[in-house]
């Protein structure tokens, strides 16, 4: 774990481009309830939106960690929250390991979560992070460059019936039997190395009525690679978990997502947490004596504003869940 305090890391050039524009801020302070001090923990900082908007709206007793694995966004927060260098600690962390850090950082308990999950306008928009399937650059997209394992190694080295089931499983594509058909046919010829190469193949085994409906052909597919290459949701339910374990009561938990497939993994977690009960439905009473650990805030996720979605159209998809922690219910001495 590598932590980065403002004082101790320069940058080389003076600029950064990380440009990312935060979607429901306003929604987001106000779900996480900041009061007049706390420790406020972003567990994907980006280039800082929610992280400035949170500091610059608190008195300075509030302070904030912020977590990305990725080190463009380190470095782009860095400089956006220059200003309250005194008050925020970033760290440069995959999420998974969120209890590590904080074990690192001797921070027993936070009075808040945010995770702001998916891509960056910055990685989508940057061709030399192979996210996006618009520019033609190096088959990548790794959030963070230090992992090994890219989208190239997986469109050139998956079996295919391991391949199809990635992208159906990650992209929901109906087609994805088909294209990883002719992504293993194409690649018997030469490796597969640009996200250019991919679309076409993918443009070919999509059929043309499909290509002229809905989103561009290769989206769903591009959204799988990149979900399968970063574990996104392999690693989210442990760490919402480990989230709520070192919430405060009290304390907020807020998940933006972007996407079905997390919104879903949100969602079971948050009533898995506030509804723990495993007891047979026709019981009279709860015999099996686990405490719900949440009380959900919103049983149906906020949505972006329509001044919002006319200002930045990819909010179109962002979903915002929010769940408060429980104090501990405290039992009796014959334990009822």
Not at 42 to 52: I, P, Q
Not at 87 to 115: H, I, K, M, P, S
Request: glycine share 6%.
């Amino acid at each position: 774990m590598e932590e980065i305090f403002f004082s101790q890391v320069k940058d080389s050039d003076n600029s950064i481009h990380f440009i990312h524009q935060p979607v429901m801020v306003k929604e987001v302070l106000a779900s996480l309830n900041p009061g007049a001090a706390g420790v406020f923990v972003d567990c994907t900082v980006g280039g800082g939106g929610h992280a400035f908007a949170l500091l610059q709206s608190t008195p300075p007793q509030v302070r904030l960690v912020g977590l990305d694995r990725d080190p463009a966004a380190i470095q782009a927060a860095r400089q956006k929250l220059a200003p309250f260098a005194e008050r925020c600690t970033l760290v440069r962390a995959n999420f998974a390991g969120l209890a590590a850090v904080l074990d690192e950082l001797q921070l027993e308990a936070a009075d808040g979560f945010l995770f702001d999950l998916g891509v960056s306008s910055y990685q989508l928009d940057n061709p030399a992070r192979g996210f996006s399937y618009m520019h033609d650059a190096p088959l990548d997209m790794r959030m963070d460059p230090a992992d090994t394992t890219t989208a190239r190694d997986l469109v050139n080295k998956l079996p295919e019936r391991e391949l199809a089931g990635i992208i159906r499983r990650y992209g929901e594509e109906r087609w994805a039997s088909r294209i990883a058909s002719f992504i293993a046919r194409a690649r018997r010829d030469r490796e597969i190395t640009t996200t250019s190469q991919l679309v076409e193949i993918i443009k070919t085994a999509v059929p043309a009525p499909a290509r002229r409906e809905g989103p561009h052909p290769a989206k769903r597919t591009f959204q799988a690679l990149r979900i399968a290459v970063n574990r996104e949701l392999d690693i989210l339910p442990g760490a919402l978990r480990e989230a709520v374990a070192r919430l405060k009561p009290g304390g907020r938990i807020c998940v933006l997502t972007f996407h079905s497939l997390e919104d879903r993994i949100v969602k079971e977690t948050f009533r898995e947490l506030a509804q723990p009960c495993q007891c047979p439905p026709k019981l009279p009473a709860c015999i099996c004596g686990r405490q719900p650990e949440l009380k959900l805030v919103t049983r149906r996720p906020l949505t972006p504003a329509e001044k919002e979605l006319a200002e930045n159209s990819r909010a179109r998809s962002a979903k915002l869940r929010v769940a408060e922690k429980m104090s501990p219910v405290l039992k009796n001495r014959e334990g009822e």
